[in-house]
């Protein structure tokens, strides 16, 4: 899978390997924002599907072109969804949240990623200001209380920050090696990961939350 995105892969590694992110379910899976699908490829379920706004063409999961604003799901249809690095992506954030605590069933876990409310790519300034229009990013990034208040208050959550702070200082190399050798580029990834795992503490960098409906509601 060399034509996955870096991104994509150091926050696959992340959340499997230190923030306990299950590979196998035992309930149908929703990845909201799941671009080319990698996510799901990597994960075993009864069924699984994703949905973006703009459908790559992708062997590597099942895809659906449609507004996660608006997903076309059943109330209550799936046990678990993903929504990695989409809310920064989305002015009415509050309006996809309550998207997707609908289609979750009671009981059911959200998992998310998003850059932290202090997210920085070195050396910031106008460099940071360009990669983040880049991105599509419409806001820089949440803290855990940011996120809590644009929940339904049905949510139980548990956060977990990520620092980051070798994949941010290299992200520009890394995006740089991309053009040159994305095997290369994918390794240091991997490498990175492990170092950035002896310095997790602060806000710089991704905010990840474990965010469960609650069965009573």
Not at 143 to 158: F, P, T, W
Request: aromatic residues 14%; neutral net charge.
């Amino acid at each position: 899978m060399s034509s996955v995105h870096f991104a994509s892969r150091y926050r696959w590694i992340v959340a499997t390997h230190y923030w306990e992110l299950p590979q196998q379910f035992d309930e149908s899976v929703l990845d909201v924002g799941a671009d080319d699908g990698y996510f799901l490829s990597q994960i075993q379920a009864p069924f699984k599907v994703g949905v973006d706004i703009l459908v790559r063409e992708s062997r590597l999961a099942p895809l659906i072109g449609a507004d996660a604003r608006r997903l076309p799901f059943a109330d209550n249809a799936f046990g678990y969804v993903f929504a990695f690095d989409l809310l920064e992506h989305v002015s009415d954030d509050r309006g996809l949240l309550a998207d997707v605590e609908r289609v979750l069933r009671p009981g059911g876990t959200l998992w998310l990623s998003t850059p932290a409310s202090r997210f920085m790519v070195f050396p910031g300034g106008p460099l940071q200001k360009r990669l983040h229009r880049s991105w599509g990013h419409v806001r820089r990034g949440y803290s855990a209380d940011d996120l809590v208040a644009r929940l339904s208050g049905n949510m139980e959550a548990d956060f977990f920050y990520w620092n980051e702070p070798f994949y941010r200082l290299l992200y520009v190399l890394l995006k740089a090696m991309t053009h040159v050798s994305s095997t290369w580029t994918l390794w240091l990834v991997r490498w990175l990961a492990a170092v950035d795992a002896c310095f997790r503490k602060g806000e710089s960098g991704h905010l990840f939350a474990q965010l469960k409906s609650r069965s009573d509601a």
